[in-house]
Structures are given as structure tokens and as C-alpha cells.
């Protein structure tokens, strides 16, 4: 297993791309990964999305990108686990790389949703989760949430106002980020009084949906990084784990299970705990999910998740900053190509390019990209060593 | 890079399987696989699928299929390259378990067909070809074909009666497989007569749809196969390739270049030339597919594929035995699981329990999977060394 390091960074900014396709978003994600790695190709591509069936008509994003991008000949897939589809391409570039068969490869992660009408996107975002015994009975995504986060606020006593930190550092570190979606801040009072969606998550808990692409290109680490004057960024932990893909069949729908064993794994791998975390880029699809997340991945004890935020530890000069380039909250949440999106700005931290949200010395941080609700989690870490 | 061997093997009888689910079905498959290979378990799931989330309204199919088989928290992952897609997830489970991350791995094909009305099914299948530059004018899988077919018989001077070998060979040999869809032989004059499908390609060139499943555990080689009476079969070559998504793109749309480069890589891998393969499960989706597949892998000059057939060399005691169970023509093809099919009936042969299609002694076998109209075709070689 050779040790394996990100050479490039590519995105394109989060919105509703209607003058570009499919295979342009992705393409030109890919294309300014693989110049800013200093290359004129990869070995491989592997494509991370999730609805390009449904909404776009098009499947085998594989060749499809790949021609487009100049990769016609090379090996090329699409992974798909729902809204961890981004991180599962990085996963399996990463494998493909560490493991010698492939010396370079580009991991891209791809969604353009503003093509399908929006009762249809609530369906196909349904698909994840369990349609025999969930959607069947008529339920939707965001419901899915609400009803772990009520259980949630009953279980441990938080009232609704808790979880507002969260969105209002969602949204401040978003003004930071040209390619997020939403770059204003909002207030307390803004979070309180936006519009219900499914009691109790209202608009300012729910991420926004939207089209994107976000690439990056592996290498070995002992090779190839000096083409660049780029810092070495290491990928020192990786791991990936599935849970029930119902939520009503786990024994604690409150714990997330695919978190704490996806993390602990990462967290074994590079010889680290929490504690050496500098940031975290979770994945705050719902406000509960923050909560859920850093329950699971040891930043905070169980039922304690909102504490942190009413601390005032999850901005950039907190003790763990959380989405800070702005999250799936202010960011956007182009459902598989948001786990990309979040290594992308991992990297961009560690590259200590974050402008107005850089964590200070920032040196080691973490992904993490869920599938489903809770279903598919994989955790990354990575490490600046130079 | 371990070596990795093939433990277990199981399949579901191609068909219309009313009364099973997806989740059924893949469940049979990968649990009749593990049980095969003689373990309770396995570390991780990866599933090849092409359109579970239009079909049968699902996606992620990793922790999906995971959940139900008993391997919830294993790492599980879904790829998909279209008809390929069996194939790619055996090759990334092949890719975990050499390079050390996993021990132990199941990649189950799976497709449910028949929930889907016809007409959809047909739009279904074209989300392989290119949206924009293909379907958008109408065109639909089969009529792509049948472009290719009657290009190749003008360039060539082959006519429709000389392609019947192909189809008259695999109906033959499904007539021994158990799991085949149809299991009658046909004659010549039931070729020829056959309904007019999308001129060339009549029913008798094209393979028949349909609802199955097909998984493989692989193992590191040095390593846990004296678990089972089974012979040791390594996977010796394995290689993948794209080639532009729309057809009128390439320079020769009579030349399979995604064949013929990861069929070279494969060769390359296992130190091996065509003349060395015992058998061949090529990718006949359509008659014309044999003809391509078996020049492009260098079993037959361009151009002169058909002639195989004409000279009696494809049946099991020919120079090169192809569609040995029945082929995507007798045995089926659902969609994202024929390429595991064809896997699982190259260890059937390897292992020497062909029946009445065996190839006498066979010790080296390929399978080659082709997904869309060649745009993304990957190589496997396999040998029995004991």
C-alpha cells in the first residue's frame, strides 16, 4: 500500500447552472483539478453521483465524463451511495492509487438537479431510502429528519433555538466561499422565524439542493508532488461503514453507527483521536445531522451535539470548526458531489487558502459524507506535512 | 498487490421473478456465494447495478443489499458503467482484496427488469448511450445496433444468414445451464425467420432482458481457499477502458478499441496471448457484439469474426468456445448483472461442472463485459492452478 497524497483542486461554483450540461459541470471540475495539479492527464476517473439517471437521462458517467474531459481510452466508473457518492469515488481513486494498479487518478463528484421539477427531486431523492418499507408509506427525506430530530429534542431536551448555531456558522463561513451557494449571513431571529418544511426542520435547518462538480487528483505521495508549489497533502486515514438503510430497524435511530465506526477506523489508520482534529467538514444536511455527527465521531458525549455550538466551539477559532467554507447549509448540497465538495475544501484549508474562514495552523482535517439517512458513512482524513 | 483467488459463487435462475424483490434477489446470490465459499461473513459489498433507481425506485444499493444479507456496518458501494456494471464492481472488489484494505469481498450483480413497463425499460436501457447526442434524436439501443450490424455487413460483405452461428451456438449451450432464461436449441431456419427487431437484428441477433442476480467472494490466494473442496481459480488479468459514449465518435464504430485495449492489459497481466484462452464469455447483446468482441480481443482478424462461427470453432469443443452456459443470448441479460454472470460461468467451467457445455479441461478462462455500445468494456482472465 503506497502512501497517497492530493495533487489538485477543481470546483465549479454551486448554483442553478441551466446554461451548462451535465458532462460540462463535471468537466470542469476535472479540468481545473487536473491543471492545478500540473498535469496534462490521469491514469482513471472515478464519478460520484447520485441522480444523473432520473434527472439527467444519462447513465455510465464513466465514459461519458471521461471522453468529454480527453480521457477517452482511460478506465473510468460511477459509484453511487446516495449523498456519500462523492466520498466513495474519492475512496476507490484512492484504493486504485494505493494500491499500485493505477498511478493517477481524478475523483470527481457530479450532480445537476435544477433539470428536474421539484416534486420529481423530492422523489428521486426518496430512492435513498428504503422503498418498500419507507417511501412506500408515503414519507420523504426531510421528514425522515424531522422525525429524528423531534425524537432527538425529546430524547435529550433541546428546544428548537439550540440547534440555530449551527446554521448561523454554516451561513458566516459561506460569505468566505466564492463557490458556495448562499454567501449572506443570517441571524438567530432569521433562523427562528423561516418558513417550516417538515416540523420541526424548517428552511434554515435544510441544506439546498443544487448542480456542481468538485475534483480531486491523487498520486502517490512519493512521487509527482513537486510538480506543483502546493504543499503535500497527505490522505492518512480513509474507511467507509453502512447501517440499516431504514432508520425505524436501528436499535438507537439517534446514534450514527456508519459515523462512529467509519471514524474510529480513520482515526486508527492515521494514529490519531479527536483531540488532533483540527476541523471537521461534516455533513449538516439537516442541523440534526451536525448534532448526530459529532456525537459519532467523538467531538461531543451523546445527546450533547448542540452544546458545542451555544459554546461557541464549532466556528473557525472554536475548538473544532465545522463547515467552514460554509457546510451543506450555506455551501449547497448537489446531493453526490457534496463529499467532494467537502475534501475540496478540506484541502483547501490545509492548503491555508480559506481567506476570511481559515482555521489557523490548520493541519489535520476531517470529511465526512453520509449516504441515506445515516446508511453509507465515510470518513476521511487528511494531513498538510509540509 | 496480493494475489486474489475466487472462493464462492452463487446465481439466481434468469427470469421474470415476479414474486422477488431486488433486494431478494441479490440476497440469494451473494448469501449462496458466501455459503459456497464456506464462511459466515464477509468484510465488505460491492454491487453492480444500472437501473435500480428508475426500475425499482432505489438507490444505494451498497447498504441496501448489505443490510439484508447480514452485513450491516460492512463497507458497500454500487457501481455502475451500465451493462458493465457486474463486471466493474468485480473488479473493484478485486482491487480492495489485492491491494489489503479488505480481506474478504462480495460483488453481487443484480437487476429487476420486469417491474418496469416495456416502453420505459427501452428508455431505461438508452441512459447508456449519449442523452444529448444520441437519444435526443431518437434513437434507442437496439437501432444503435443495428446501425453497427448493417455497416459492418457492407464493409465486410457478410450477410444475415452468417451471423445465425452465434445465435444457434449460445441457445445450444444454455440448453446445459440450470439458470439460463431459455433453455430450447434453435435451428438456422428459426434464425432466419425470426421478427424483424430494428433491421438487421432480429429477435434471434438480440438478447433477451430479464430479472437475476450473480455474486463471487474473492480472497487473498494464499489465504483461506482450503476452506472448500473447491479447485484454487485466480484471477490472473483484469482491465478496463472507455471509449467515447456515442458511436458516431469514434473514428471506426467496427472497432471494439475499449476491447482491444483492456483484453491487451489482461493478456499483458496474466503473460498470456489469445491462443492461450480455453474459452471466451464475450458480451453478445447482439450478434453483431460477438463478431466485434472476438476481433477486437484478438480471436479472429477485422473483419472476419463471423467465419469462426461458419468453420464450427465457438461451440465448447471449437478453437475458442464462447457463451459456453448460453450467453447473453440463451442464459439473458439483465442489464447489471451479466457481467457477474459471465464470471460465474467461467468458474463453472474452470471448475469443471459445465455438464453438457463443458470445454474439456479448461484451465484458462475470459469474460469480457461491454457497457453501452462499447463505450466502457473491462477484461477478466481467470486460471484453475490446482
Request: aromatic share 6%.
Amino acid at each position: 500500500m503506497r502512501e497517497v497524497a492530493v495533487l489538485g483542486i477543481g470546483q465549479v461554483k454551486i448554483g442553478e447552472h441551466w446554461d451548462k450540461s451535465l458532462r460540462e459541470l463535471a468537466g470542469d471540475a476535472v479540468l481545473s483539478a487536473v491543471k492545478d495539479a500540473g498535469l496534462d492527464q490521469v491514469d482513471a476517473l472515478f464519478v460520484g453521483n447520485m441522480m444523473s439517471a432520473s434527472a439527467n437521462h444519462q447513465q455510465q458517467l464513466g465514459a461519458y465524463i471521461a471522453d468529454w474531459v480527453g480521457l477517452r481510452y482511460a478506465e473510468a466508473f460511477k459509484l453511487e451511495s446516495a449523498c456519500s457518492s462523492g466520498a466513495s469515488a474519492f475512496r476507490s481513486a484512492l484504493l486504485a492509487v494505493s494500491s499500485g494498479v493505477i498511478d493517477t487518478a481524478v475523483a470527481v463528484g457530479v450532480e445537476k438537479m435544477t433539470d428536474s421539477p421539484g416534486a420529481e427531486i423530492t422523489a428521486e431523492l426518496a430512492t435513498a431510502a428504503d422503498s418498500d418499507w419507507e417511501v412506500a408509506q408515503g414519507i420523504s427525506f426531510v421528514a425522515l429528519n424531522a422525525l429524528i430530530m423531534r425524537r432527538y429534542m425529546m430524547e435529550y431536551g433541546w428546544e428548537k433555538k439550540h440547534f440555530a448555531p449551527f446554521s448561523i456558522n454554516a451561513h458566516a463561513n459561506g460569505v468566505h466561499n466564492p463557490n458556495a451557494r448562499f454567501r449572506k449571513p443570517i441571524t438567530e431571529k432569521q433562523y427562528l422565524e423561516a418558513g417550516m418544511v417538515s416540523d420541526p426542520i424548517n428552511l434554515m435547518d435544510a441544506s439546498p439542493i443544487g448542480d456542481g462538480a468538485a475534483a480531486i487528483v491523487l498520486v502517490p505521495a512519493d512521487r509527482l508532488h513537486k510538480i506543483t508549489g502546493n504543499p503535500m497533502i497527505k490522505v492518512i486515514g480513509s474507511a467507509a461503514a453502512t447501517d440499516s438503510i431504514a432508520v425505524h430497524d436501528r436499535k438507537d435511530p439517534l446514534w450514527l453507527k456508519a459515523a462512529a465506526i467509519s471514524s474510529q477506523k480513520a482515526y486508527q489508520q492515521a494514529g490519531l483521536s479527536p483531540k488532533d482534529i483540527d476541523f471537521f467538514e461534516l455533513h449538516d444536511a439537516f442541523s440534526i445531522m451536525a448534532a448526530l455527527s459529532l456525537e459519532a465521531s467523538g467531538f461531543a458525549e451523546r445527546g450533547k451535539g448542540p452544546q458545542l455550538g451555544l459554546d461557541g466551539q464549532i466556528h473557525p477559532a472554536g475548538k473544532i470548526p465545522i463547515a467552514t467554507l460554509g457546510g451543506l447549509k450555506a455551501r449547497g448540497h448537489p446531493v453526490g458531489a457534496t463529499g467532494m465538495y467537502q475534501l475540496v475544501e478540506v484541502v483547501t484549508q490545509l492548503r491555508h487558502a480559506a481567506k476570511g474562514s481559515q482555521v489557523e495552523n490548520a493541519t489535520i482535517g476531517m470529511a465526512q459524507n453520509i449516504g441515506g439517512s445515516g446508511s453509507n458513512i465515510i470518513t476521511h482524513i487528511l494531513e498538510r506535512v509540509n
